[in-house]
């Protein structure tokens, strides 16, 4: 038996059944490159699901949190705070595309800034309301999963959810959902459901990441924007997967120009460890009563030392431009493998700076979803050494996110083995997946 079975078996036997698992079982990984307790070698396009945009175990941040770890780990701020709190917020602040003076706070999780935000915005707003969209994803607590828009596998059995969300389409080209539409149910919502003086906020992705690399419109935000000025609705740009460089700009509400007035960010920010943040106009993150906001690990030391030095990394080695550059070099090669005989079931290739995806239709005219072949292509190239994810509310969207400090010749190869196992799952629908 080998190792990664034998953890398999004993994973089966010792963790709950709802915390759903690949069988790699990670022994070391660097960069963009992960080798398994077999000593299989993988090349890595999940980065924890857009977490290691700096790669695994850069240089720079493991030098910092190893300086932190012989300071102190954990004091908790709201007790005796720290300095790299201090300037990491003042970094945010500085970069957080609202427009404004800015303040910051800091939690753990993405799930958590989603809440905080929205905390933040009641109790600026007075307003309970808040709107979010169909195939969103914005977290696994009560509230983040009332947010969500994706039933399956986030919502199922989950529920009563707490009170007040409202979900209005997102636009999707792809699926015939246009920008106007969009905004003409939100309109609708406004006249059937609930009033727009009762919504606190919308929260919005810039590109939807669980729901399937779905890129929001610019018109889309500049009317959102338009119709929260409006009303005094606060928006909240959820960048957990979309910022911090992934898409070629610090934050991807930063390619429509659109200007958010809270921003959430986890993922990516530390490198690997656990941080999340909220950030925007000061007079709003101001509104909360002061011991309002915040909790025990929250902007937990060593975290918010790998998040400085991530900072220091995107700019060192100008992680915007690569992302553009590792967009450019996998949409070129996804947009000629689909335009090949026999690819017709790729139905759409799309995305934003190193955050591409491509949808499995079971044919182009009628865009029916195609998960069995989705779940084959990621089986394959798990086989072959590749970790890929899938996404998308319909499970039939493959997503690439490989480190944005990837070196070339390790994506290409990456891409190599993503169109072998195209290739293989296509031509061999019907027989048994390789060991
Ligand atoms: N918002 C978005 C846009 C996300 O992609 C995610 C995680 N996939 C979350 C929120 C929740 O983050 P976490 O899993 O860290 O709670």
Same mark, same amino acid.
């Given at each position: 038996?080998?190792?990664?079975?034998?953890?398999?078996?004993?994973?089966?036997?010792?963790?709950?059944?709802?915390?759903?698992?690949?069988?790699?079982?990670?022994?070391?990984?660097?960069?963009?490159?992960?080798?398994?307790?077999?000593?299989?070698?993988?090349?890595?396009?999940?980065?924890?699901?857009?977490?290691?945009?700096?790669?695994?175990?850069?240089?720079?941040?493991?030098?910092?949190?190893?300086?932190?770890?012989?300071?102190?780990?954990?004091?908790?701020?709201?007790?005796?705070?720290?300095?790299?709190?201090?300037?990491?917020?003042?970094?945010?602040?500085?970069?957080?595309?609202?427009?404004?003076?800015?303040?910051?706070?800091?939690?753990?999780?993405?799930?958590?800034?989603?809440?905080?935000?929205?905390?933040?915005?009641?109790?600026?707003?007075?307003?309970?309301?808040?709107?979010?969209?169909?195939?969103?994803?914005?977290?696994?607590?009560?509230?983040?999963?009332?947010?969500?828009?994706?039933?399956?596998?986030?919502?199922?059995?989950?529920?009563?959810?707490?009170?007040?969300?409202?979900?209005?389409?997102?636009?999707?080209?792809?699926?015939?959902?246009?920008?106007?539409?969009?905004?003409?149910?939100?309109?609708?919502?406004?006249?059937?459901?609930?009033?727009?003086?009762?919504?606190?906020?919308?929260?919005?992705?810039?590109?939807?990441?669980?729901?399937?690399?779905?890129?929001?419109?610019?018109?889309?935000?500049? %009317? !959102?924007?338009?119709? *929260?000025? =409006?009303? +005094?609705?606060?928006? $909240?740009? #959820?960048?957990?997967?979309? /910022?911090?460089?992934?898409?070629?700009?610090?934050?991807?509400?930063?390619?429509?120009?659109?200007?958010?007035?809270?921003?959430?960010?986890?993922?990516?920010?530390?490198?690997?460890?656990?941080?999340?943040?909220?950030?925007?106009?000061?007079?709003?993150?101001?509104?909360?009563?002061?011991?309002?906001?915040?909790?025990?690990?929250?902007?937990?030391?060593?975290?918010?030392?790998?998040?400085?030095?991530?900072?220091?990394?995107?700019?060192?080695?100008?992680?915007?431009?690569?992302?553009?550059?590792?967009?450019?070099?996998?949409?070129? %090669? !996804?947009?000629?493998? *689909?335009? =090949?005989? +026999?690819?017709?079931? $790729?139905? #759409?290739?799309?995305?934003? /700076?190193?955050?591409?995806?491509?949808?499995?239709?079971?044919?182009?005219?009628?865009?029916?979803?195609?998960?069995?072949?989705?779940?084959?292509?990621?089986?394959?190239?798990?086989?072959?050494?590749?970790?890929?994810?899938?996404?998308?509310?319909?499970?039939?969207?493959?997503?690439?996110?490989?480190?944005?400090?990837?070196?070339?010749?390790?994506?290409?190869?990456?891409?190599?083995?993503?169109?072998?196992?195209?290739?293989?799952?296509?031509?061999?629908?019907?027989?048994?997946?390789?060991?």
């Amino acid at each position: 038996m080998t190792a990664s079975a034998d953890l398999y078996s004993r994973q089966k036997a010792a963790v709950a059944a709802g915390v759903g698992t690949r069988a790699i079982f990670a022994k070391n990984a660097q960069n963009a490159e992960l080798w398994d307790v077999d000593g299989k070698r993988f090349i890595d396009f999940a980065a924890g699901i857009a977490v290691n945009n700096t790669g695994h175990r850069h240089p720079a941040v493991m030098r910092a949190v190893a300086d932190q770890a012989q300071q102190f780990t954990h004091t908790c701020f709201h007790v005796a705070p720290y300095e790299g709190y201090v300037r990491l917020a003042e970094r945010l602040n500085r970069i957080a595309p609202t427009g404004h003076d800015n303040r910051t706070m800091l939690v753990t999780t993405g799930a958590e800034a989603v809440e905080n935000a929205v905390k933040i915005a009641r109790a600026y707003t007075k307003r309970p309301g808040v709107i979010a969209f169909s195939g969103a994803f914005h977290g696994r607590t009560m509230l983040g999963m009332a947010l969500t828009g994706k039933v399956m596998p986030y919502k199922r059995n989950f529920g009563p959810f707490p009170a007040e969300i409202y979900h209005a389409p997102f636009p999707t080209p792809f699926l015939g959902v246009s920008t106007e539409e969009a905004i003409a149910s939100l309109e609708r919502l406004f006249a059937a459901d609930i009033d727009p003086e009762r919504i606190a906020a919308f929260i919005v992705e810039p590109v939807q990441g669980e729901g399937g690399f779905n890129i929001s419109p610019n018109e889309f935000l500049v %009317r !959102l924007r338009e119709i *929260a000025d =409006r009303h +005094g609705i606060v928006l $909240i740009a #959820d960048e957990v997967q979309a /910022g911090m460089a992934r898409t070629g700009k610090m934050f991807g509400f930063e390619h429509s120009g659109v200007k958010p007035d809270l921003v959430t960010m986890a993922k990516g920010l530390a490198g690997g460890f656990p941080l999340s943040a909220v950030t925007g106009k000061s007079e709003i993150m101001n509104a909360a009563h002061a011991g309002g906001l915040g909790g025990t690990y929250a902007g937990n030391p060593l975290s918010v030392a790998a998040a400085n030095a991530v900072l220091d990394v995107i700019g060192d080695e100008q992680l915007c431009e690569r992302a553009t550059e590792i967009g450019r070099r996998i949409t070129d %090669r !996804l947009t000629s493998l *689909a335009s =090949r005989q +026999g690819m017709e079931r $790729i139905g #759409d290739v799309r995305g934003l /700076g190193a955050m591409v995806a491509f949808e499995l239709v079971e044919d182009r005219q009628t865009k029916t979803a195609a998960p069995a072949i989705t779940n084959r292509i990621v089986a394959e190239a798990e086989a072959r050494g590749l970790i890929l994810l899938s996404c998308g509310t319909r499970l039939n969207v493959i997503r690439l996110l490989p480190p944005l400090t990837i070196e070339w010749d390790i994506l290409s190869e990456g891409l190599d083995i993503l169109e072998a196992s195209v290739e293989a799952a296509f031509s061999a629908s019907l027989s048994p997946v390789a060991a």
